[in-house]
Each structure stands twice: as C-alpha cells, then as structure tokens.
C-alpha cells in the first residue's frame, strides 16, 4: 500500500516555465512534508519543506504548496532552469518507534528542463 | 566536512556471499538510517538507529544486521546474500528526533548480487 504516491513519472519542461511536480499522501498521520532532489550517481539533497500547520512554502524559485484536505502537495519550480534536471522524491514523515521521524518516499518524478 | 561517506562504491557479490556496508557521518548526528532504491521505486527504510548501541526496524529489513557500535558508523550487513538484494543502497543521518526531521544522504552503494 503506497502511502506516498508520485503519479507522474517523468515531466519535461522547456527552460525559463514553470515545473509543477505533484504528490499524493494517503497516511492522515503525516505532519511534515519534504522534497528531495537527485542526481545520478548521487544521494538525495533536501530542497524543501513544509509543516502541516502551513500551506505554502517558499524559497528562492522553489515553492511547496499543501493541501491538507485532499491530501495533496506540489512543488513550482520558477524559472526552470537546466541544472534543475533530476529526480525528485517527494517524502511525509511521522512519528515512527522508538521516536524516531520516520521518512516515507514516493517514486519520483524524473525531471528534464529542456534548454 | 565530509558529511556521510559510504564505502565501497560498488560491489558484485555471487549468492551466498556475505558482506558489510559501511556508513560514516562527522556531523555529531544521533539518527543514521540505511534505505534501498530500485528501479521505479522510492527509498524505502530497512533500518536505523536512533543513538549509539540502539538499532530498529524499518519497512524492508528482512535480509539484513545492523550495528552501531559508535556513534558515527552505522554498518549494514548481508549474510547470506540474494539476487533480490540488488540495489542502490544509501545511508543517511539526521541530527535529531524533531519534526524537522531533514536527512543528509551518503552518495550510495551500488551492489549487484548474481
């Protein structure tokens, strides 16, 4: 059962517009949302995050957006720019055992910024 | 500061086998975690420990030991090991339980199992 569900595998958007890539939770228990971005041959690198309690997030060009009552999330990159081209994993964390913040990942949506 | 190193890089093992996955972090982090990544999927959690001689379960362990014997190693084992255990392997490390639970990832181990 995916409890964190990126439903577009692959999104490709040409240089300067704006990259919406989505994200669907299902766990009503997750207070805490983030974005990762990866490179290939690297480990993920936090972008972006967002508690429960807000419903925009932003910085710089990046800008997360919850949406609590459908259980829905999406991150705006603006401009897009090539160097954006990766893989981004959207993650929700809860309170997992022993009190540790578990992180739960989505697929990942391959983005390519077209120049 | 090198952040989380993991060695090796790579790694072919032939079923059977047995073999340590080595995490390091020199951020004074309690929480380490070890995910795996295949094709089309997510990261998903095999274990962490959350301090120095402590270690838990995540969503995959089955297949896997691990051990925190220092506070910044976190060591992955494989036993026996399986073709299903092919994978990218990436360790991580947090500073603490907060809800602001940002995780910094080591580069990855790419195992292939035949």
């Known amino acids: 059962d995916q409890q964190v569900k990126q439903n577009s595998p692959s999104l490709s958007v040409q240089e300067g517009r704006i990259s919406i890539l989505n994200c669907d939770y299902t766990n009503s228990m997750f207070d805490y949302f983030l974005w990762y971005k990866k490179y290939p041959a690297e480990g993920p690198t936090f972008l972006i995050s967002i508690s429960s309690i807000k419903d925009k997030n932003e910085d710089g060009r990046f800008t997360v957006f919850l949406n609590k009552s459908a259980k829905h999330l999406s991150l705006h990159i603006v401009p897009s720019q090539p160097g954006d081209s990766a893989v981004y994993f959207c993650?929700?964390?809860?309170?997992?055992?022993?009190?540790?913040?578990?992180?739960?990942f989505g697929k990942g949506t391959k983005l390519s910024v077209i120049p | 500061n090198a952040g989380v190193t993991q060695t090796p890089k790579f790694r072919v093992l032939k079923t059977g086998q047995s073999m340590t996955l080595l995490c390091a972090q020199d951020?004074?982090?309690?929480?380490m975690y070890w995910y795996r990544q295949d094709p089309g999927m997510g990261l998903r959690l095999i274990h962490y420990?959350?301090?120095?001689?402590?270690?838990a379960k995540g969503e995959v362990p089955d297949g896997y030991n691990v051990s925190r014997l220092k506070k910044q190693n976190f060591l992955l084992g494989l036993e026996s090991a399986a073709p299903s255990q092919t994978s990218v392997y990436f360790c991580?490390?947090?500073?603490?339980?907060?809800?602001?639970?940002?995780?910094?990832f080591g580069p990855g181990t790419r195992l292939t199992v035949l």
């Open positions: 951020m004074n982090h309690e929480y």
């Open positions: 991580a490390s947090s500073y603490s339980v907060t809800l602001y639970n940002e995780q910094f």
């Open positions: 420990s959350v301090g120095e001689g402590t270690t």
């Open positions: 993650a929700a964390s809860d309170k997992g055992g022993a009190g540790s913040y578990q992180l739960t």
